[in-house]
Each structure stands twice: as C-alpha cells, then as structure tokens.
DNA sequence: GACTACCTGCCTACTAGAAGGTAGACACCC
DNA sequence: GGGTGTCTACCTTCTAGTAGGCAGGTAGTC
C-alpha cells in the first residue's frame, strides 16, 4: 500500500505481454528480469515459482474484467450497445497493437499441457466471461434490443467463438482489419429488424 | 520410398500430438525420443534442426488439407454439404479426442514468437484454408446453395473464425459438445430458407 | 535518543536439470 | 564402398529455483 510503482505490478504487466506473444512455456524468468530491469532471483522474491507468477495473472486477469463487466453494464444500458463495445475493445487492442490478442485465448489453446493450477484459473476466466454474455443477451432479447435466433446461452457461446476467432483470424493473417470486417455482420445479425 | 513404417513420418505424427496439446515451446526433441522409441540424436539425423521439423510438419499439414479439400470438394458436390462435412470433421476430431485441435490454431495464436520460417507456412495454411472455403461459399451462393447476408470472402472468413473459436471453447471448457451447439446454428444460417 | 530486532526488496553466486545440437562410431544394405 | 539409420557420449546454453548477504525502513524497548 505504500510502494507507489508497484514493482510486482512491473512483473505482471510484462509477463502478460510476453504470455500474449509466445504463451506459457514461451516466456522466462531472465525474459522478464530484462524488461523490468530486475534480476531473477529478485522475480522469485515476488513470485516464488513459475506457477504463483502465472496464476496470480489470469486471477486478476479475470478480476479486471468481472470489474469492468460490472462498470460497463451500468454505463452502457443497452445490450446491442454493450456487445457493440465489448467488440470495439478488442478490435482497438488488435489494430494499435497495444494488447492484439487475449492472455487466456493463448493459455486456453494451451490447457492440456498448463499446469493445473493455471489450467483452473483459465477454466474459470471463460466460465466467467460466457455467462456474462448469456446474462446481457438473455437481457437483450427480453428488453427487444436484440434478435437472437438461438437459445441466448447459444447465442452467447457463437459470439464469443466468433470474438476469439476474429481474434486469430487477425493474428494469423497479420491484418488486423479482419476482426472488425468478422464483427461487424455478426453484430448486425443481433441487430433487431426494426431498427436495421 | 523403400521403409513402410517410416521412421520420420512417426516422428512428425507425434511431434503433431504435441503440439496440439502445448504448441511449438510446449515439446522438446527428448519428449518425441521417448514416444517413438528413438534416441534423441536420432532425431536430428531425420530433422537437423526443431524449425527444420516443424517447418516440415506444418507444410505438409497443408497440403494433406489441399488434398483432401479437393478430394472432397468432388465427392461432395453440395457446397452447404461440404461445410456441414467440414465441421463435422472437426467434431468428430473433438469429440473421441483423436486430434481435438488444429495444430495451426496453436501455432497461429502463438506466431509473433515463432521462428519466421514457421510462422510463414503457418500463414500459409490460414491463406489456403480461408481463400478455399471463400470459393466454396462463392460456389454455393451461385447455385442457391447457401443463403449469405455479406460478401462470400466476408462470410468464409466468418465461419472460419466460428469454427476455430468454437474450437477453443471446446478445450477451454473442456466440453466437447460446444463445437456442435456452436456450430449448428451457424450452418443452419447459411441454409436456404426454401429447405429450411 | 539509542539500541535491538525484524521485515522488505534487491543483489551476487550458485545448482540441477533440460534444452537444442554435434562428433564420431557401428551396423546394415544395395 | 558409399549411403542410411541408429547409437553413445558430449557440448553449450538456457531453465526454474535456492542460499545467503546487504541496505534501508519500521517498531519496540530501555
């Protein structure tokens, strides 16, 4: 409470971009040591071993965007509208490059061979965020803010397919363009015929 | 050509195992040694070098999938056909764990930190496999196959992206019958709505 | 105020093991 | 005899992690 720059703060933010590059096994501790001009050993002080380190990312990875989850929903009362800027933030990550592609997308294609400790931290970030988008569209569909075809936990899980695939669609291609030019039918898809 | 059980192709089998499971930093020439009943210099005999290998492994990847596209493309005259065979392929793959991933979908989320000679053939293989289901979707939409609301590039890269984020949602939650809850609303979208 | 004790954050120096890779020998086969 | 495939033995570099020391700050006690 008292060090302002919070050096173990250091330590995660540039371990999240080395994970969003290269994932688990593609980031060291010398990596960060670098970055944050620290030695190892002194990494190991903070975060004893590899998997504290880890795990303590995705939690607050995770607790971030239950925070931000909560703000939005209470800034932006309109589901189409919400969706609309859940799919905005990450097309301006991906196209400034600031942060293009989500730690967890990355660790989750790598679950089975994640420690299991992160592995549960992982499991839980996607437990989290689809049913936060079951509970909005859910919302939608009865406020007629949205046309949904499918059952909204359905309709949740095909939106998030689509925000993850966009996602490496724009990696793999190197054109971060293509997220927006995937996003923009599937949202006006949810878009009710009234107001299309 | 003389070797029927051939020594290199079990080598690429279970470096392709590997990977599935934790991407290009996620195995090491002592994990394959062990699998294949080989010494680890033995290896390096068939693949010089770990780039060298997966290099190898990724291309031909792609050219097994150019194979079997065309194989497929005619038996299955049916453009909407095709895709249901397409993901169904996947599923299948998903479901009794066989190969419950593509190993491009690993290795194009973790592409900034791969060497650049695996990273092209890794983009490769996204370039032929999106430009392939955008002519199958083209094809469909002339012959009334297929009900599109966007452009056929548009809607190819779009089911791609479902296809392999609903992928990932299938590890992440480690269910693997989301693949299908999120791929058949997607396919029944693109049927036409005579037969629908 | 001075002494003691502890805590925090960082350091140097080190370890064991795993990583990718090399050198060279042996056996088999055309 | 030359090519192919395997081996043992080895190398270098990187890996996560440990041991122990030191500086600076804080708190308690006389």
Redesign the pocket.
Known sequence: MS?FSN?SDEILASARNLIMSGGYNG?????ISEVVG?????I???F????DLVRELVKRYREDGQAAAKALEQSVPDALELLKVYANYWAKCIEDASRPYCVCALLGSELPSLPPEVAKEVTAFFRFISSWLASVIERGARQGALNLTSEPHVEAEAFLATVYGAMLSARAYARPEVFGTIMTPALARLTPTASR
């Open positions: 060090n050096t980031f060291s501790y010398a990596d620290i030695r190892k050993a002194s190991h002080h903070h004893p071993s590899k998997v």
